[in-house]
């Protein structure tokens, strides 16, 4: 079964657009895990503009499933993992003022950077995963880093399987074969729905995890966190 982690960042845009604490990320991330999530997700930004870096620290103690924190390792957000130690960090190459991920990393050009970015964070224990597109030299290119994991970005499969175009799946499909043929563990994200995720999970070998945020909390809006997370997990199975 692929396991379903929560990504909780759209729990504290909520809270920060009013100030306060409500709703609490903190019981937030209880709460998805008490109703079966089997991970909690954050994606702390510099400018701290929905999970902040304090959240992080506060939500280790709590995430007793699997804590995956992303971001860009800048040498703060490194100093961030590298205090809490989350169960995975998953390196993604956004910009600071991007609005969300919207790339995978050229694993190639960056080799060297990711090699020693991994190597310091797998020697803390501490498992990695690299964000690419479902480019074939991307792949190679991120098992020669020596990380653990990719997450294939799964935004063009996204769009192109709403507007009907079921083939759009077929790069993810050879990615993750190659992935699983050079030993590199396979996660998704970004875009995945409940309109989707099944046709995605059916159609990707040795698919681990999957991580979702603002589908399933855009989703919950009509049919309740505890509910839709159910909903996920009989996808996922």
């Known amino acids: 079964m692929t396991k379903l982690s929560v990504n909780i960042n759209k729990i504290a845009t909520l809270r920060n657009s009013r100030g306060g604490n409500t709703p609490n990320v903190v019981q937030f991330a209880k709460d998805v895990q008490r109703f079966g999530a089997e991970g909690v997700t954050v994606h702390p930004r510099p400018d701290e503009r929905h999970i902040k870096y304090q959240d992080t620290r506060d939500l280790k103690p709590e995430v007793y499933t699997e804590f995956n924190v992303e971001g860009n390792p800048i040498q703060s957000f490194?100093?961030?993992v590298l205090e809490v130690k989350p169960t995975q960090v998953t390196l993604v190459p956004?910009?600071?003022?991007a609005l969300t991920s919207n790339a995978g990393w050229d694993t190639i050009k960056h080799k060297a950077f990711l090699t020693e970015v991994i190597s310091e964070f797998k020697s803390n224990g501490i498992r990695t995963s690299i964000f690419v597109d479902p480019v074939l030299?991307?792949?190679e290119g991120a098992k020669a880093t020596g990380t653990d994991r990719?997450?294939?970005y799964t935004e063009t499969f996204a769009h192109q399987y709403g507007l009907g175009n079921e083939s759009a799946i077929e790069p993810f499909t050879k990615a993750a074969?190659?992935?699983?043929s050079i030993g590199l563990g396979v996660n998704a994200g970004h875009d995945?729905?409940?309109?989707?995720v099944k046709f995605f999970k059916e159609n990707i070998p040795g698919l681990l995890e999957v991580s979702i945020g603002h589908a399933l909390i855009s989703e919950s809006l009509y049919l309740g966190i505890e509910n839709v997370i159910q909903m996920y997990l009989q996808r996922l199975q």
């Open 150 to 152: 990719i997450e294939l």
């Open 192 to 196: 995945l729905a409940l309109d989707n």
């Open 137 to 139: 030299e991307m792949i």
């Open 177 to 180: 074969e190659l992935s699983n």
């Open 78 to 80: 490194m100093d961030l």
């Open 94 to 97: 956004d910009a600071v003022d």
